[in-house]
């Protein structure tokens, strides 16, 4: 089968497609015809050495796809069925072994690139509302990126949940896919605090879910209200430098956390929880997901290039 394979650590001209043995399940796994593969910040983290992968390396953790082949103990799954999965593995390729565990049923009315859209993104999101920081009606909100993948999922959830929802963007094209997705305020990165502040009578805002990292950090805990939350939950523009916690004293006995989906996906009750609810939203059309861009799997390098200069919208997907 064809699969992309980067050899060392780097920039996007080292995943190159390649001939590769097709994986065989083994007990309690699943093995997988991909149909699409989501492409993530996480991808472009392990490839450059962000994050320490064994060498050499297939990218992907998300895809969609149909059961081709089950492993020995496997009950819950039969081959045709349609699955997809935010844990996976090597999944920039035409095969991929799943652990049935991590395997999250796909509704007939959710079509493969949504189902492939959804898992990781879509989690994070819920997570994000719903765990990290309990949204409530009447809750103000700042989102950093409300034009990328989670960041137009985020808004919809938001104020469906009854917040008002404030969001940064870095174009006026992005501004408006932000305001379609229901954005009370769209603002430009420079000078977001000040904008914030004024937004907010001077207050600041209950929480800012921040993906972007470096570059809005120190701006996102000045947005912040008193017992405010910061949820960092992605370092699209690099990793933010160590904290002095005095400073979340100094800006008013503020919270700071750095979660990561994986320890919100505990156990299959968890898993079945939150996609179970983001596919319904899906399939009844209440979530729309926005497919920015699809690039043949022989174009990865293409994708991880778009996905890391901004130049993308929603979700990114790979079609083997």
């Not at 390649?18 to 989501?38: F, N």
């Not at 910040?41 to 060498?55: A, C, E, K, L, S």
């Amino acid at each position: 089968m064809q699969a992309i394979v980067a050899r060392q650590s780097g920039g996007p001209e080292v995943l190159e497609i390649a001939e590769v043995d097709r994986p065989t399940p083994g007990p309690g796994q699943l093995l997988i015809k991909v149909a699409v593969a989501g492409v993530n910040f996480i991808d472009t983290y392990q490839r450059g050495g962000m994050y320490q992968v064994p060498f050499p390396f297939t990218p992907g953790s998300e895809a969609a796809g149909t059961v081709e082949e089950l492993g020995e103990g496997v009950e819950n799954f039969a081959v045709g069925s349609r699955v997809a999965t935010a844990e996976g593995a090597k999944c920039y390729a035409g095969y991929a072994v799943l652990d049935a565990a991590k395997a999250l049923p796909v509704p007939d009315g959710v079509d493969d690139l949504t189902a492939a859209a959804l898992p990781l993104q879509g989690m994070t999101a819920h997570y994000l509302i719903n765990s990290s920081f309990k949204v409530e009606p009447g809750h103000t909100v700042l989102t950093h990126a409300g034009a990328g993948g989670v960041g137009l999922l985020l808004i919809q959830l938001l104020k469906e949940r009854g917040a008002r929802v404030i969001t940064t963007v870095s174009s006026e094209a992005k501004g408006e896919l932000a305001r379609d997705a229901g954005a009370d305020h769209v603002l430009r990165y420079e000078g977001f605090p000040h904008h914030v502040r004024e937004l907010t009578n001077g207050k600041g805002v209950d929480v800012v879910y921040d993906g972007v990292g470096r570059n809005t950090f120190d701006g996102s805990l000045s947005c912040l209200r008193t017992r405010g939350m910061l949820v960092l939950f992605g370092a699209a523009s690099g990793a933010v430098p160590p904290v002095d916690p005095q400073r979340l004293n100094a800006g008013g006995s503020l919270t700071l956390t750095r979660p990561s989906l994986a320890h919100f996906l505990l156990n299959e009750q968890e898993r079945r929880w939150r996609s179970a609810e983001i596919f319904a939203a899906a399939e009844k059309g209440s979530l729309m997901v926005r497919i920015g861009a699809t690039y043949p799997l022989a174009e990865a390098r293409r994708s991880h290039e778009d996905l890391e200069g901004r130049r993308t919208t929603g979700k990114v997907l790979l079609v083997p």
